[in-house]
Structure formats: C-alpha cells, structure tokens
C-alpha cells in the first residue's frame, strides 16, 4: 500500500502565495510522474501541473508563470508553489502519484485533497 499526503493549502488573497507539499509513503520502489490536480465547486477535476521523475514539467496553461511543481526524489516529495494567485485558482488540491511498488506492480495514488481559497 500506498499513502500521499499533502499539506498547506488555505486561505489567500487575491496575488497573494501558497505553497503545497506531498509526500509518499509505503511499498515504494520508484516513483514515475507525480502531479498536482484541483477539483473547483460543480467543475471536473483538472491536471495543474506534473513533473517526472527526471524533472520534466507540464502546467495548465492557466497557472503557467504562476505555479512551481518541483520534487524530491529522495524523499518521495512534490511540491508546488502557488504565487499570484487569483480567485479561479480556488479549488481543492489533489496530488497524484504513478508509483511502481516494491512487489513491482504499478499503481496510481491519490491524495486526500487539500484546500486552496483565494479570497479578498
């Protein structure tokens, strides 16, 4: 089995920053691509940016120039740095985790989500 979970998120004004971790835990061999999705009220869940193991990135187009996703292979960590935020950038954050386990079989994980509300 395994486990994401992230921390950070709240509550930012508009231009203001955040920033979100995640960390994985478990039978963990490697990790492959991890990501950062959001979830806003009445919409569909959305890729906000994804990086690979070798540090390859991919943003929505939306939060490109704003948003940095970076990680840590060592310790099965993905960070992403949310900075002038607007108020379309509210959602609820998931990470995501493409994870070969060490019996290995690959799965892909989620987090359990965490909030971001940008508000004046």
């Known amino acids: 089995q395994v486990q994401l979970v992230e921390s950070g998120g709240g509550l930012v004004q508009p231009g203001g920053s955040l920033s979100l971790s995640c960390a994985a835990s478990?039978?963990?061999?490697?990790?492959?691509?991890m990501g950062w999705y959001r979830q806003a009220p009445g919409k569909q869940r959305e890729l906000a940016a994804s990086?690979?193991?070798?540090?390859?990135?991919n943003y929505k187009d939306s939060v490109k120039g704003r948003f940095t996703i970076s990680r840590d292979n060592a310790k099965n960590t993905v960070y992403l740095q949310m900075n002038s935020l607007k108020l379309e950038d509210t959602a609820v954050y998931y990470c995501?985790?493409?994870?070969?386990?060490?019996?290995?079989?690959?799965?892909?994980?989620w987090g359990q989500g965490t909030q971001v509300t940008v508000s004046s």
């Open positions: 990086i690979t193991r070798g540090g390859s990135t």
């Open positions: 995501n985790a493409q994870v070969e386990t060490r019996i290995l079989t690959t799965t892909n994980v």
């Open positions: 478990g039978s963990i061999s490697r990790i492959y691509v």
